[in-house]
């Protein structure tokens, strides 16, 4: 530190630093010699030194867990840091400072261990990023004077502390329009006739945890994007189209073009863990994962007008001017006469309208 001392038994330096060693005469009154430096011949009166500070290896971050919705322990491997010794400090960093408090849902678990005991607890999702800062024993008390991390310029190190968001996957569904429609599995073709709303249900092992008796509900929110036309040439001028949390996800309503309309084609459907503020409570510790060109959150669907069978027809009649109307096994037709007292006829048609 600059000050001057002298060396007795025991009193050599123990801290990191750079020293000069001055040889003096405390006698020089009363004896017959005299020190004298000879740098030429590389003889001085003091010698310098240094001692390095000691390097610690980083501290291991320890595996990863994923959100199970209780509280997990993470064990940091301290590595060399000998805790007996060195009084390190804990904390996290921000704008690249130390900050004496753990990050946001990370704890010190001190229940069964003594503090500094590397063991952490934390519940959420998410990436804990634990700084761990050497003792400032420096003269001036604002550096760490006898250790250094390892390949570090700083007094602090970070330990990642993570814990995965839990994978999600779901399969789709089709509820029909209709008294009594059960949602089925939604397939891969239907036709531009088809009405009903589009769902989901969780895969078996993929489905939100249960805390405390209840499943938790991530808010998931819909949407699609017209990729083909009909004769199965990709369109690329459409966008993501996403369903208002809380509404219904008709099938009929999936439209593309200006005016939109709802054309057959195929459409790229999909499902997303909403990432509003509003529901990052839950939401934050869930996500979907794309396994190569496997999903589990979307997929394409095609609309097709498809070609007409004997099933998809229906007959109709006309009178007059009235509106053309559908004949079932309950239609009876009635000789009448228009205003002018001449037999009113019939036309009929076949209608397309259910292909």
Not at 282 to 288: H, L, Q
Request: no cysteine; glycine share 10%.
């Amino acid at each position: 530190d600059g000050t001057p001392a002298g060396l007795g038994n025991g009193s050599a330096p123990s801290n990191a630093g750079k020293y000069r060693v001055t040889m003096q005469d405390t006698d020089a009154a009363n004896n017959n010699y005299t020190l004298k430096a000879d740098a030429s011949n590389g003889y001085d009166t003091y010698v310098d030194y240094e001692i390095e500070k000691k390097e610690l290896s980083v501290p291991q971050a320890p595996a990863a867990k994923t959100y199970s919705g209780a509280e997990q322990e993470y064990t940091v491997g301290y590595g060399d840091i000998d805790k007996t010794k060195i009084a390190i400090t804990l904390g996290s960093v921000k704008d690249n400072k130390f900050e004496s408090a753990l990050p946001e849902g990370l704890s010190e678990n001190t229940t069964t261990n003594l503090p500094k005991s590397g063991k952490f607890k934390a519940t959420k999702a998410g990436t804990y990023n634990l700084a761990i800062r050497l003792p400032l024993d420096s003269p001036d008390g604002k550096s760490a004077r006898n250790y250094a991390w390892k390949d570090k310029n700083t007094d602090y190190t970070t330990v990642a502390i993570t814990m995965n968001a839990k994978e999600l996957r779901v399969q789709y569904y089709l509820t029909e329009e209709g008294e009594n429609s059960q949602p089925v599995l939604l397939g891969t073709s239907v036709k531009t006739s088809t009405k009903g709303t589009i769902s989901t249900k969780y895969m078996t092992g993929y489905e939100p945890v249960t805390v405390d008796g209840v499943q938790e509900e991530p808010v998931l929110r819909y949407w699609y994007k017209y990729i083909k036309d009909a004769s199965g040439t990709e369109v690329t001028d459409d966008q993501d189209h996403e369903i208002p949390i809380g509404d219904a996800f008709k099938l009929e309503e999936m439209t593309y073009g200006n005016p939109a309309e709802h054309t057959a084609g195929t459409y790229f459907i999909g499902v997303r863990v909403a990432v509003a503020e509003e529901y990052k409570g839950v939401n934050g510790n869930y996500k979907f994962v794309t396994e190569g060109a496997q999903t589990y959150y979307s997929k394409e669907l095609k609309i097709s007008a498809g070609a007409a069978g004997l099933d998809d027809l229906s007959l109709t009649y006309k009178s007059g001017e009235g509106d053309e109307t559908g004949i079932d096994e309950d239609t009876k037709l009635t000789y009448g006469v228009d205003e002018d007292g001449n037999a009113m006829g019939y036309e009929f048609g076949m209608s397309f309208a259910s292909v």
